[in-house]
């Protein structure tokens, strides 16, 4: 007997049409034999709706940005530019794109390490916010702001000296090429200024994936007393502070829900009783897969169906190429499964426990792993949900020869 893994718990407000998995007031087996597959669905309902409960939940006066790396893909960031009060950027491609998809230069904030100097005079030619990242790129900023008689908006991206507690992924404490030490930020914030630059404010982001409500109400609260101490320090109120995000999503069996009510009342009372630095400065969340993750599925098509030593592969026309995150192969230490079903026999219970893989010649291309599944065979279609995020343009689509899947918005 091959013992069964658990897969993910599927996100809330998927509906059946005839039994299989709908997405759109369309079945999944439509939507692949008019888009091909394997094929990425985003719905705008689901993204329209997770704002709305973002926006209910969280103070008022608070700007949600939009972290395009987490899905770039036009229709999608078009329509999460109407939804979102400001985007996130991390690259001149990224700028490019967001502009594009009509982002106004004074919404956007480019952060990341490594900015070039074109990155840097393209940012200032459109009037973009550069969150800075070390006093070598704030000296190359001010540079580039004089050579075009242009004044670059900056703000300081700090390492903070504090962790977002079970975070997935680790971006502030400790060593890091990730925003400027804190005994730095001070100084250079006065360089800015005496260089005649708009400072912008800070931009401290301590992690990514929390799904516990007390780790990110703490990290806030850490990340609000730090503003505080370093615009104390020098004696000017920042206009802005981006406090990062980490808003998580379930993605493994166990995982709950991050409790946002719980988050958002936590912050309304932080942000109604600040130091008196702080009483005039912006607030700003910033978000990428809570925004998009669970907006998003894969399907993909069974092209075989083999066993292998009494255990059965479910052989698909996807994979990690599309799928990294969902293989276990991007950022995580044990792999287990995503969420996920036989799209087209949604409503059918379980019966048996296969491994369901991709077509490339890896043993590391496993979209779900001895998961208990309905019998399925040859023509079949595999969803993976919470693929809004990190998924088409955060996976290796050239590997093998195979090419980017289908992208596809849904009303
Ligand atoms: C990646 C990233 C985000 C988005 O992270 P999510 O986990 O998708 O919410 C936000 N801010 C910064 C600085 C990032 O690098």
Redesign the pocket.
Known sequence: MIKTKATGPIPTGFQAIDGELALGGQKASALVAEHGSPLFIYAKSRLDDRMAELRAAMPDSLDLHY?M??NPYAPLLRHMIGLADGI?I?SGGELRMALAAGAAPDHVSF??PGKQDEELEQAIQAGVTI?IESAGECDRALKIGKAFAKQPRLAI?VNPDFDLKGS??K?GGGAKP?GMDIELVAPTVRQIVEAGADWRGF?I?AG??ALSADAIIETQAQTVALAARLATEIGQSPAHINL?????IPYFPGDDPLDIIKVGDALSDQLARLPDILSSTQFAI??????V?EAGVYLTRIVDRKQSQGQTFLVTDGGLHHQLAASGNFGTVVRRNYPAAIASRFEEEPVETVSIVGCLCTPLDRLSDNAAMPRAGVGDIVAIFCAG??GASASPANFLGQGPAAELLLD
């Open positions: 972290a790396k987490a996130d991390a952060a990341g969150n991206r997935g992924m971006m990730f931009h982001f990514s994936q990062g995000g980490g808003f998580g910033e978000l990428g897969r809570y925004l993750g995020a990190y």
